[in-house]
């Protein structure tokens, strides 16, 4: 590491280790927070044992299943303001529980699998819900569009919806913040290739003036999620170095802000990030943390993309690259 830092040395971690302890070596991202080391468990976000990530992780080891791994799914169905009858019925449809006829048949049950209603295709849960001419009558009556044509599990239409209704909620633009916050947008992004990732952020005015915007590249081969946590955790140490008392937060990415806006206790090293964020906090008079959708997020989308070529630099509002300040501008109209 770095002399005096909390920081990876490139020079040495190339010299020094081989190839594979080189690739274990920039999958760990680092904490500020001055913590003593200790285990945690992989297979939780958390970093916390739990019995329910033993049972998945068992259940992944004897068998893979088609349904994707991704527990921000569960996380945002459950959140749904929704009756839990109503919740139950989604978790077992998106889940593939439901006694189906092709899921009574697969399991052995003497029974004609074909759906009872068209008779056209085998009755599995996308069909009977979604894709028969009797259930497509039924959303039709309702006025509800098709949602995902083309997929092909009911939780990737589950998705589609929980996502257009999210980007209905949230804001199409870029807005200003109140006076007298300072907006700061956010975004991550990894360079696969290169064996590196990018953060940019860009603070602005409620008079949309551009105070300033940083670009930081750094080897890693991080998750998605952490890369956003630590570029949200650049952005809060570089705001307070700049002496803005009162900051918006703004990320495209769902789950790092809802992490942060309820934050709880993890010891991964993702949980680490987090709660160096937390400590940055201390230091200003009100910080909040907005979700915003990719379409508002733009210019700092487009500085993060730059940071393979322009790492480690600071813009003002007059020096900005042609591109950037047109996205800029872009979101004043």
Partial sequence: MKVGLVEWDEEVVTDVLNDRDQSLVWKIPLSSSSTSDMWYWLKDESGMFT????YAMLQSLKTSSI???NSGFWHQLWQLKLPPKVLNFLWRASSNSLPTRFQLSSRHVPIDSTCPFCRAAPETTLHVLMRCQFAQSCWNIINVPMVAPGAMLFSSCVTTALVDGLNVQSGDHWTTPDLPYVKVNVDGTLFTTQGRYGVGFAARTTACLVLAARVI???GSLQPHVVEAIGIKEALSWSKANRWPKVVIGSDYIRVINDLQKFKHMVSPYGHILYDCKNLIAGFVDVSFNFVKRSAN?????????????ADRTFSGDTLASIIASLVLDDLS
């Fill in 298 to 310: 733009e210019v700092a989308h487009a500085l993060a993309r730059s940071s393979l070529c322009e």
């Fill in 67 to 69: 349904l994707p791994d």
């Fill in 217 to 219: 590249s750094k080897s």
């Fill in 51 to 54: 019995i329910k990530s033993a």
